[in-house]
Every structure is written in structure tokens, then in C-alpha cells.
């Protein structure tokens, strides 16, 4: 078999090569393509550069096997050079930050190649899968690209013209028939690996929150209500339908109720009058853990159990996928094989290709998982299988637990410290906002001017509060939308959702807040962040409890010109359509 001789192409002008290697895999890395030429064209690529290696057809017209970037390359005797391919675009983009909320699979990816890189996503196939809320933090295209395709058997792929393709794993069939002996010849030997088989399957993934409530009845003079689970985050309790003040000793002022996290629970400062309903909203963590088994490939072969980390995974839904696809791509025992074929043959990864061994009694469609062609020996070697799972390479394991790790990290609003600290020092955890209100007694005196009203003279009270402070950690307030603690019901046209975390908008609605920071100093500058979702918005801060709203820009640091101790925001949707925001963030001093 004689191999057409091949040429690098930049621009218009081609450069004949000495030789390169061409490697492609499915999924698991970008193809790259390490190839070498004379040391004297060294000056003429760029990292960076566009070009085609492909040879000539029989009307002497260059034709292009495969394209890519040039990624890397070193001089001595020869010029070497690394080749990426398009895809390897998707891991140069820069960080996003989005949240996306009943999306499509195939949507988010569309949008996220179409917007973010200068490839054309060109797939029409649907997972059938909707996402409920997808959350993008700080990632690159690539970064979410490989999460979605680590719980779905689909893959990724671009072709010469920089289309982009997300499909189904092996969803097109190659026409072409392998056959060993004739147009093909196995390396080795078929391997039926049953390290490989796995059919009971438990996934475990990192902790998920859950939003509960528990009602008690009191009985007389009653100070400790237990709940059912450990209290994580955020707690509110009401007293018969009215919200009451939650502290820490010595971190609060005044309260009416602290929290011990570890007992589970909720102490009065003033025991309950009997039959006084109390509700306690509260927020707690149970770890995903989910098993799924394969009940014919266990009565077949036996049970081949397998337990997979992954912290990414951040609801049972997603674990439960995960678990069903393992158990079932991985049910039965792996056969699989390398093989020598034709350079010329119609083969790509990903595709199908039928493998006839009537030696060996194989005759069946296989996965092509990974491809290397060498020029100019004229070597094309396939393998045809399934993939190893990921956590079976160490190295890649080890990169894939740092990923975790910084995914954690960015995923949290607070900087935590660990410091060592004396057996004597007590420690006690505070909330990110405290709120201190105290009994409203203005109009409660015996002998004050209201002294012959109808309330006052018997010495009731009306039972009525008014917030004297609210500090924020650090002097960093963030509001998620979670509770209406906040929320200014008289000036507030827009929905304020606490069950989807987020607020939403028609065209010129509003939401505003009630003071978010109170005589915690006085207030001079402040930076409000707010996390977009869809829309366009306008941002107001108040200083002075609203007697005058200044506008700001998202991320921009601003000076007040009327400075004061009363904190508030406003957020207007100024574009005649829908908008959505579910974070807002100020730090002030």
C-alpha cells in the first residue's frame, strides 16, 4: 500500500511534512496531532495559528484530513509542532458564570458554544433530558462540557469546517465492514476483562439540602423544642404566626431565641405560654447516596459490586442517572481489541463499526474509542470497546479530585479560615446577617401623653417590635431570595420566589429591600454584584434609610454623596421584557 504524501497548510502555502503522529480518543482528551517538518520553517507558525495537514488527490487539489491549532512547538533538527483540534477551543474561553432553570441538555451546550467561542454548533440531536437549574460558577466552556458528559453516554466532536457536534456515543454507523485477515488484523489478542463488569453500582455525591418545617404545641413555660434533623443554614421560628428574633450568646443584643446545631435545637429566652403554636422553618443536609443494580447481569455472572465518588453530583436525581448508566453500559464483561487497519478506511472514534473474527467466533458492532494514525510508516491502529471508567487512571482520578475541590470552592460566598485555638477559648457560630429588634413601647406608657387611651391605662401592651440593628460578616450582605425577612412589601412589584431562590420581573417592576445594614456604622461607600440571570436592570442604593436614592453599577464601587447608617437596594427592570436575578451582594464600609 503506498501512502500519498502529506502536507502542512497555512493559508494559501503548503509546507511538506517528515512525519506526525495523529491521535484521537473519545471524550477523554482533545485529538492532538504531534507532527515534524524543516527546522528552516520556524519562523512562518505561531502558536496559535490555524492549519490543515492533509496530501493531494489525483487532480493534484490539496485535500484537508484534518484541521486544528497550533498549540505548541520546539526547534532543533527539525521543527515539532503540536496540533490541536477545534475543540480544543472550548477549554481557551473564559470563566462563566451563569444559572440556567428548565433548559435542555442540547440547549445549554448550544448556547454555550454559540456565545462563548467562534465554533458553529451544528447538532440536531435532543437528550430528552430537561435540567430543572443548571448552575455555571466560574468554568470554561470545556469545564461544563466534560461535567454534562460525565453523566450521559453522549460525546463531542468538530469536524474540518469548525462545526461543532454534540451526539449520542456511536450514533453513526461507518458503511465500512472490518474483517480480520483481509482489511484488518488484531493486535494481540480479544480481552473479556471482568475488572470491568460492574452491576451493582452506589454512587455517592456530595450532601443535598433540603427546606423543612416543624410545628409544636407548647406547654407551659416550655424552652427547648427539638427538631428532627441537624439544623444547616438559615432558621427562622415563628410564636403563632409571628416571626421572632433568633441570636447567639454573646453575639446578639437581644433575642428571643438562640440555636444549638449539634442538639438539634431551638431555646427560648422566655419559656412559652401554653398552647402557643410554634413553626420552625429550617434548613438541613442529608449525603446523596444512591444504588442501582444490574438483576440480569447479577444472575448471570454474579454480583460485581463498584462504589463511585463525585462531589459534583449535587442532587439524587443526577446520582440516580449516573448509577443506572454505569450498570448498564457496564453489565456484562467488556470485550475489546486493538487492530491494524487500512490507512485509508472510512473509520472515526466515536462511530460504529461491525468486526467480523471468525477465528475468534466475533461477529458483532463495536465503539471505535480511540485512533492512531503514523505517517509515514502508514500504521492505523484502532481500538474498539468500551471506555475504562475514569476513576480506574490514577492520574487522571487525582486531576479530577482537584477539579472537585476548586468546583467547592467556588461555590461558596465565604472565605473560610482555620486557625488553632487554646481547649479554654469558646467558640460559637454567628449568622451571616444578624437582625435585632426590641418591644416597640412608645405607646405603652402608663403616664406618657396617651395616658387615657383605652389600652394604655391598664398596662397592656401592643405587643408590636421595631428593628434596632442588622450587621452583616465582614460588612458583606448577600441576599438569595430565600426568606421575605428583608423584603419592603409596600414598594415591591416583583415577585420575590423564596422556594426557587430568585426574584423575577416583568417590564418596570421593581423589588426593593428594607435596610440590609443598620447603625453598623456609618455607611460611605458600597459595591453592588448582582447575579443576572436574563433581563436588563437598573440599581439604586439608599444610605439613609431612603430619603435619597443614588443609582450604581453592577460590580462598581460607589462613594454616596448622602452617606448615613440605613442601607437599603432597589433593583428596577428597565427593558420591555422578562428579567430574573438570584443573588445580590453589597460590601459596604
Not at 375 to 394: A, Q, T
Request: net charge negative.
Amino acid at each position: 500500500m503506498t501512502i500519498k504524501k502529506y502536507y502542512i497548510k497555512k493559508g494559501a502555502i503548503e509546507y511538506e511534512l517528515h512525519g506526525f503522529e495523529h491521535k484521537k480518543e473519545n471524550n477523554t482528551t482533545i485529538d492532538t496531532t504531534e507532527l515534524s517538518l524543516a527546522r528552516d520553517h520556524n519562523s512562518i507558525f505561531d502558536i496559535g495559528d490555524n492549519v490543515s495537514i492533509g496530501y493531494h488527490d489525483s487532480g493534484d487539489s490539496f485535500v484537508a484530513e484534518f484541521n486544528g491549532d497550533v498549540t505548541s512547538k520546539q526547534v532543533n533538527e527539525e521543527l515539532v509542532m503540536t496540533v490541536e483540534s477545534y475543540d480544543g477551543r472550548i477549554y481557551r474561553t473564559e470563566y462563566i458564570t451563569e444559572v440556567h432553570e428548565n433548559k435542555t441538555i442540547e440547549y445549554i451546550i448550544e448556547h454555550l458554544i454559540t456565545t462563548y467561542t467562534d465554533l458553529t454548533y451544528a447538532s440536531s440531536n435532543t437528550t430528552g433530558v430537561t435540567l430543572e437549574r443548571f448552575v455555571i460558577n466560574t468554568e470554561t466552556v470545556g469545564d461544563v462540557i466534560t461535567r454534562i458528559l460525565k453523566s450521559i453516554d453522549w460525546q463531542t466532536r468538530t469536524d474540518n469546517s469548525e462545526n461543532f457536534y454534540f451526539e449520542p456515543r456511536g450514533d453513526i454507523a461507518s458503511s465500512v465492514v472490518l474483517q480480520n485477515g483481509v482489511n484488518a488484523f488484531l493486535q494481540g489478542e480479544w480481552k473479556k476483562n471482568p475488572n470491568r463488569l460492574v452491576n451493582s453500582c452506589t454512587v455517592i455525591g456530595d450532601k443535598a439540602k433540603f427546606q423543612t418545617n416543624q410545628t409544636f404545641t407548647a406547654t407551659d413555660s416550655q424552652i427547648s423544642f427539638i427538631v428532627t434533623y441537624k439544623i444547616i443554614g438559615n432558621v427562622r421560628v415563628t410564636v403563632d404566626g409571628t416571626e421572632i428574633v433568633g441570636g447567639q450568646p454573646g453575639g446578639t443584643t437581644t433575642y428571643d431565641y438562640s440555636v444549638d446545631n449539634e442538639q438539634k435545637t431551638i431555646i427560648f429566652e422566655v419559656g412559652a405560654t401554653t398552647g402557643e403554636t410554634v413553626i420552625v422553618y429550617y434548613e438541613y443536609e442529608l449525603p446523596i447516596k444512591i444504588t442501582a443494580t444490574n438483576d440480569n447481569s447479577i444472575s448471570s455472572y454474579g454480583k460485581f459490586p463498584k462504589k463511585v465518588t463525585d462531589n459534583t453530583l449535587k442532587t439524587t436525581s443526577d446520582a440516580r442517572k449516573l448509577a443506572k448508566i454505569i450498570v448498564s453500559v457496564y453489565g456484562s464483561p467488556v470485550t475489546s481489541a486493538e487492530l491494524r487497519v487500512n490507512w485509508e478506511e472510512d473509520i472515526d472514534v466515536g462511530q460504529t463499526v461491525q468486526v467480523i473474527d471468525s477465528f475468534n467466533s466475533i461477529d458483532q458492532s463495536f465503539v471505535v474509542i480511540s485512533m492512531t494514525k503514523n505517517y509515514p510508516s502508514g500504521d492505523r491502529i484502532i481500538s474498539v470497546g468500551v471506555e475504562e471508567f475514569m476513576s480506574l487512571d490514577m492520574s487522571k482520578d487525582i486531576n479530577d479530585r482537584i477539579k472537585r475541590l476548586e468546583a467547592e470552592q467556588d461555590n461558596t460566598d465565604i472565605v473560610q479560615s482555620y486557625k488553632s485555638i487554646k481547649e479554654n477559648v469558646s467558640a460559637v457560630v454567628k449568622q451571616g446577617r444578624v437582625r435585632t429588634r426590641t418591644r416597640d413601647t412608645s405607646t405603652d406608657s402608663i403616664w406618657g401623653v396617651a395616658v387615657w387611651g383605652t389600652d394604655e391605662w391598664d398596662a397592656t401592651y401592643d405587643n408590636n417590635y421595631v428593628v434596632t440593628s442588622v450587621k452583616n460578616r465582614n460588612k458583606i450582605m448577600n441576599e438569595r431570595f430565600n426568606f421575605t425577612t428583608y423584603k419592603d412589601t409596600s414598594a415591591t412589584t416583583a415577585t420575590w420566589n423564596t422556594t426557587g431562590e430568585t426574584s423575577t420581573y416583568t417590564s418596570g417592576q421593581l423589588a426593593q429591600s428594607l435596610s440590609v445594614a443598620l447603625n453598623d456604622g456609618t455607611i460611605t461607600k458600597a459595591t453592588l454584584t448582582s447575579t443576572e440571570v436574563s433581563g436588563s436592570f437598573t440599581y439604586a442604593l439608599t444610605a439613609d434609610g431612603g430619603s435619597n436614592w443614588e443609582t450604581v453599577v453592577s460590580g462598581v464601587a460607589f462613594t454616596f454623596v448622602n452617606s448615613g447608617v440605613d442601607l437599603r437596594f432597589k433593583i428596577t427592570e428597565n427593558a420591555a421584557s422578562t428579567g430574573e436575578i438570584n443573588n445580590i451582594k453589597i460590601v459596604y464600609s
